[in-house]
């Protein structure tokens, strides 16, 4: 069992920036994958970022591509997504993922996510 705690929200500007956090307890022992998803107000779930335990090779969404930069931090089972350069249509509520693998896409399908956090809002306005 993994137990993900996102941090990190807030409300901002466009061209803004933010940082989310999210902290794993638990079986963090494990070689999880860990990703970002994120859901707008009446849209469906739309997978943002994904970095693999070794964090060697981060994956992008093309909507947040150059925008957005994951990391981890595996000696405080953390991941956080800093988000720059921020767009109203970035509005929505972010949740952290973990999955067995971040190859071919694998974490980009929230049917293969093994555990959630309960989600940070991000706001952003013109």
């Known amino acids: 069992q993994v137990q993900l705690v996102e941090s990190g929200g807030g409300s901002v500007q466009t061209g803004g920036s933010l940082r989310l956090s999210c902290a794993a307890s638990?079986?963090?022992?494990?070689?999880?994958?860990l990703a970002w998803f994120r859901q707008a107000p009446g849209k469906g779930l739309e997978w943002v970022s994904a970095?693999?335990?070794?964090?060697?090779?981060?994956y992008y969404a093309d909507s947040v591509k150059g925008r957005f930069t994951i990391s981890r931090d595996n000696a405080k089972n953390t991941v956080y997504l800093q988000m720059n350069s921020l767009k109203p249509e970035d509005t929505a509520e972010y949740r952290c993922?973990?999955?067995?693998?971040?190859?071919?896409?694998?974490?980009?399908?929230?049917?293969?996510?093994?555990?959630w956090g309960q989600g940070t809002q991000v706001s952003v306005s013109s």
């Open positions: 993922a973990a999955c067995a693998s971040c190859r071919a896409g694998y974490c980009a399908k929230s049917s293969n996510v093994l555990y």
């Open positions: 638990g079986d963090t022992e494990s070689s999880y994958c």
């Open positions: 970095l693999s335990r070794a964090g060697v090779t981060p």
